[in-house]
């Protein structure tokens, strides 16, 4: 027994040593910002056309195809989403908005637009985790999940990752116990999403399968959601990529029914 207890601490020693001799490693808040900034706030603005393929256990493909606009309030604070569908014809003009609030005072702000109803429906905080559209990503994906609301951790470094064990503070509110998150130590753009259960089992991954440099912001271009537990998947193909082209005040209920023309043309 009190050989077995020396181990342990000569174990846990050793992986705290590594951490601490391991050069360039910031600490764990310097890498959840800088994260945060490369995986969601890109120059101040920004357009893309997202191709979506859903497919099932059995194989079965649906798509989506839609415009997202983002514009940054502040850099690293509150920013606004527009997501405007344009296929298939059952979800044509429906509109997801969403206005982020970065304190974590109070929850973000969401709101759907179903056009053939022509309702405006604000989806509940407790309705952020659920499917977006039909698909393995969830509401609160689209806008990332806010950084103030878990207990971070650096669980490993090795020579081209960061990897961060992310704690919810408020674990009723939430369907995992926690997640691990890969990140890019050069570009610090985040690669691979790990969720596990409370029975510490691995049940659904994000994963960033491709990055190209765009307009000189490191950006993804295509990312993969896996649900372990159904089979299904989600994927995600961003073109046409813009940034810094002047989106105005359009985040508003007003602009639900009223689509600008950033998502038209």
Not at 38 to 58: L, N, P, S
Not at 122 to 142: H, M, N, P, Q, W
Not at 194 to 208: A, G, M, P, V
Request: glycine share 6%; hydrophobic share 35%.
């Amino acid at each position: 027994m009190k050989k077995s207890i020396i181990i342990i601490i000569e174990v846990l020693t050793l992986s705290c040593y590594s951490f601490a001799a391991e050069p360039n490693v910031p600490p764990v808040g310097e890498i959840v910002a800088k994260a945060n900034l490369a995986a969601y706030y890109q120059a101040d603005d920004g357009r893309a056309k997202v191709t979506m393929t859903i497919t099932d256990k059995k194989g079965d493909v649906r798509n989506r195809e839609f415009v997202i606009l983002r514009k940054d309030i502040t850099d690293g604070g509150d920013q606004n989403y527009y997501v405007y569908f344009l296929r298939p014809a059952d979800v044509y003009r429906m509109v997801f908005m969403v206005n982020k609030h970065a304190s974590g005072n109070v929850d973000d702000d969401r709101w759907l637009y179903m056009p053939a109803l022509d309702l405006v429906r604000r989806i509940a905080a407790g309705d952020k985790r659920t499917s977006f559209v039909g698909s393995d990503f969830l509401y609160e994906d689209v806008s990332g999940r806010n950084p103030v609301e878990d207990n971070h951790e650096i669980a490993d470094v090795n020579q081209s990752m960061f990897v961060l064990k992310n704690i919810p503070k408020k674990p009723e509110t939430v369907e995992f116990s926690y997640y691990l998150v890969y990140i890019d130590r050069k570009t610090y753009m985040p690669m691979k999403m790990e969720y596990f259960d409370r029975q510490n089992k691995l049940y659904r991954t994000i994963d960033s399968l491709e990055v190209k440099e765009i307009s000189g912001f490191p950006t993804v271009t295509k990312a993969k959601v896996s649900e372990l537990n159904t089979g299904s998947t989600t994927l995600m193909e961003f073109g046409g990529v813009q940034y810094n082209i002047g989106i105005g005040d359009i985040f508003t209920e007003r602009y639900l029914r009223k689509p600008p023309t950033q998502v038209r043309r």
